[in-house]
C-alpha cells in the first residue's frame, strides 16, 4: 500500500492554484482551517465536512496490555482517541478511483 503523502506546502500550492490567493495567504489559509480544526477536537467537539467526513473523540478506557516480549502485563492508561468517519460521498470516490486490476 505504497503511495504518495501530501503535504501542508502541496496543500497550501493547490489552494493558491484554484482559488487564486497568493502563496502567503494560501498557506495562512491552510493553517487558519488546521488550527481552528485543532481546537475544535481538543475542546472535545466533532468536527463535519460537508461531503468529506467527521472528526470526533472517543474515550477508550484503561485496559491491560501485554508486552509482547516479554508477555509481561501492563496497563493501558485511559485516553482520548482521534476518530474520522469518511462520508458516503468520499467513500463513493475512492471506491470509484480504485484499480479493480491491481493486486491487493
Known amino acids: 500500500m505504497a503511495g504518495r503523502t501530501i503535504t501542508r506546502a502541496q496543500l497550501a500550492e493547490a ?3 484554484e482559488v487564486g490567493l497568493s502563496r502567503s495567504e494560501s498557506a495562512e489559509l491552510l493553517e487558519s482551517v488546521l488550527n481552528h480544526t485543532a481546537d475544535a ?6 468536527v463535519k465536512i460537508s ?19 516479554t508477555g509481561e502485563e501492563v496497563p493501558i492508561l485511559p485516553r ?10 468520499l467513500k463513493a470516490r475512492v471506491n470509484e478511483k480504485r484499480d479493480p486490476t491491481a493486486a491487493s
Open 15 to 17: 489552494v493558491y492554484q
Open 51 to 69: 461531503s468529506f467526513g467527521s472528526f470526533s473523540l472517543r474515550n477508550k478506557g484503561q485496559r491491560v496490555g501485554r508486552n509482547p516480549k
Open 80 to 89: 482520548r482517541v482521534l476518530v474520522f468517519r469518511p462520508s458516503q460521498v
Open 41 to 46: 477536537l481538543a475542546r472535545g467537539e466533532t
